[in-house]
């Protein structure tokens, strides 16, 4: 693993409002930060032995990753730390998600 880019990794970082956890990942021998935005949108970016470099994907609320036209249509990988955390910035952006449908009322 190339310590440089684990560097990087820890200088990630967003000024809009967010959470972010740090993880190690001893399965893939590497290191995760998860993002989360009041927006409902979230980012895990990583960098593992398995990563394409400093590695970023778009989440929804409940961390499963998803394509978005004007964030990623797949992982954006081999990103710096400016990259990195322009794409954070934008995510943090984007307007707020609503849910459009509801949920029907199941009767037994």
Do not use: C
Not at 27 to 34: D, M, N, T, V, Y
Not at 59 to 68: E, Y
Not at 80 to 91: C, P, Q, T
């Amino acid at each position: 693993m190339n310590i440089d880019t684990i560097q990087q990794l820890f200088k990630v970082s967003s000024t809009s409002h967010h959470t972010m956890t740090l993880t190690e990942r001893e399965e893939l021998f590497g290191w995760q930060k998860i993002f989360e935005f009041p927006n409902g949108y979230g980012a895990s970016v990583v960098v593992h032995d398995f990563s394409y470099g400093l590695e970023l994907a778009l989440l929804d609320a409940d961390q499963t990753i998803i394509q978005h036209p004007d964030i990623t249509n797949d992982v954006a990988g081999f990103l710096n730390v400016d990259s990195a955390n322009d794409l954070l910035e934008k995510i943090a952006k984007l307007p707020k998600k609503v849910l459009t449908g509801k949920l029907e009322s199941v009767t037994m």
